[in-house]
């Protein structure tokens, strides 16, 4: 070397010396559990996806945005590094409406294979019948779960703890138990759930509604409501009544359907009753799932004077011809027998038609003398995809599955695929961030969550990688449990839960409280 280069090279050498040195990136945090880099972020705001990274300390996003970590601190503070590159970076996807105990099926790997790490149980009017409810959610976080779980306290449940049952007209001293155990469950749940379809809520009258909604509303919780009945003809009278309870507290209609309703002008006249009742100063959403099937218990196709077995055993003797006559009709008003697909054992994939022929009898006759209300749970094919197809895409209607991880329906292991697959993928009905904002900020706007559906520095880490491109529902009518693919990893509370279609043992999830 010569003297010049000697003289030169000497100099920088003195001068990066006299330099400071340069202060190391995020040094708040002497450790990072988490960085995904090179990946596209979509926020879950609706905003359009950025090349941006992800910081996850403990259960926490610290940063998101351009990282400047040196060599040495990826080699000494950086845990795990996940390369992103190619694949959406996004909130966990919260589920509005979801059935299941986690106390038999803790991991609820149905729900974390499509992206969930949020579910909601206590649905329909129905949650665990202990009391306090606190106890079970203990039992839960004792036993462990794969998902975050926001619980609901069922309206039919408090009716038959306080004694009300299937009374329509309530004692004082129980509808007052009744709202004593609302009261102190709201502590510790996110709202109240009613199934007014379903016995015992079904005898619940307006008074009774609205006295429990102001309970809710002093707590400043919601009532998620399966509403009173979803036929077209009855849709409008079932969410004016909801609308009511909507004068004291947030309410929320659960999977919003009209039952053989037609057409996306019909689905405009309902979306317009909720959008009045915003404009009048009502919170209320509302949520569906991308099937045209839903799945639940035959009672649903019975009368109400013939629902339990004690009303069905004096009516198949004191009604029979009546009550021939409105299973005839209504079976036929739901697209006929072909549209019931039964999900219970021994007749698991058989329609009630298949049924009817197999046994030479009609159907109207099988429904009473072979199955009865309490005897299946079935599919049934009565709604419209234009219809529903036009609710899914208004700004105020989320995302749920209805469904379980046993379950004899799709939903339960394919609804979150299929909203990527089918309505952003192929139909092109919704754009990617605002199918993920629905499924995401969205829902836990609706359940009052502030600190998670987004990917945001501060919110908690439930984050989900995935090429949309890859995205499956797998899970078909005839073979339902079928799990999704294309959820590359699923992060819950900072831990990686699902990785490249093996579950991580460890159960990441956690009983959350509302705020």
Request: hydrophobic fraction near 40%; aromatic fraction near 6%; glycine fraction near 8%.
């Amino acid at each position: 070397m010569n003297s010049k280069n000697l003289f030169a090279a000497t100099l920088l050498v003195a001068l990066a010396a006299c330099q400071p040195a340069m202060e190391p990136f995020l040094p708040e945090h002497a450790v990072v559990d988490l960085l995904i880099e090179n990946g596209r972020v979509l926020d879950g705001l609706g905003n359009d996806a950025v090349e941006a990274d992800v910081v996850v300390v403990g259960d926490q996003i610290v940063f998101v945005g351009d990282t400047a970590f040196s060599d040495s601190d990826r080699q000494s503070r950086i845990v795990r590094t996940i390369d992103a590159s190619g694949r959406i970076v996004a909130p966990g996807f919260i589920d509005l409406h979801s059935h299941g105990n986690p106390l038999e099926t803790p991991e609820m790997e149905n729900f974390l294979a499509m992206g969930v790490t949020t579910i909601t149980l206590g649905q329909d009017g129905d949650s665990p019948d202990v009391q306090p409810l606190s106890d079970w959610l203990s039992d839960v976080e004792q036993k462990g779960i794969g998902t975050n779980l926001a619980m609901f306290i069922g309206h039919g449940t408090i009716r038959d703890q306080s004694g009300i049952g299937m009374s329509d007209s309530p004692e004082p001293q129980d509808m007052q138990r009744m709202l004593d155990i609302l009261d102190e469950a709201l502590d510790y749940t996110f709202g109240l759930s009613t199934g007014l379809e379903y016995n015992p809520g079904l005898n619940a009258d307006t008074s009774e509604l609205r006295a429990l909604a102001k309970v809710v509303g002093q707590k400043n919780r919601m009532v998620m409501s399966h509403m009173r009945n979803e036929d077209d003809d009855q849709l409008e009278a079932s969410i004016a009544e909801l609308l009511e309870q909507g004068e004291d507290a947030r309410i929320h209609v659960s999977h919003l359907k009209s039952v053989y309703g037609n057409g996306k002008e019909r689905a405009e006249a309902i979306l317009g009753i909720l959008d009045d009742a915003r404009a009048s100063g009502i919170s209320v959403t509302a949520e569906i799932y991308p099937y045209t099937a839903s799945y639940t218990g035959i009672d649903i196709v019975f009368p109400v004077w013939a629902k339990t077995q004690e009303q069905f055993d004096a009516a198949k003797i004191e009604r029979r011809n009546e009550l021939a006559e409105f299973l005839r009709n209504r079976i036929n008003r739901r697209n006929g027998p072909e549209a019931t697909l039964l999900g219970t054992d021994p007749w698991t994939g058989k329609t009630l038609a298949d049924l009817a022929h197999e046994m030479e009898m009609p159907f109207e006759d099988v429904l009473i003398d072979v199955i009865g209300p309490q005897g299946v749970s079935g599919a049934y094919f009565v709604m419209n995809d234009e219809l529903q197809g036009r609710l899914l895409q208004d700004p105020n209607v989320g995302v749920c599955s209805d469904g379980s991880p046993t379950g004899f329906h799709p939903r339960g292991h394919g609804t979150f695929a299929k909203i990527i697959e089918t309505y952003v993928n192929e139909q092109k009905m919704l754009t990617l961030p605002d199918a993920v904002r629905k499924m995401t900020s969205f829902a836990a706007y609706v359940l009052g969550m502030p600190d998670r559906g987004a990917v945001k520095a501060n919110m908690m880490a439930d984050i989900i990688i995935f090429d949309p491109q890859n995205v499956r529902a797998n899970a078909t009518y005839p073979d339902p449990l079928q799990l999704a693919d294309g959820f590359d990893i699923v992060i819950v509370n900072g831990k990686v839960a699902r990785e490249n279609g093996v579950r991580n043992e460890v159960l990441h999830g956690r009983v959350l409280k509302p705020e």
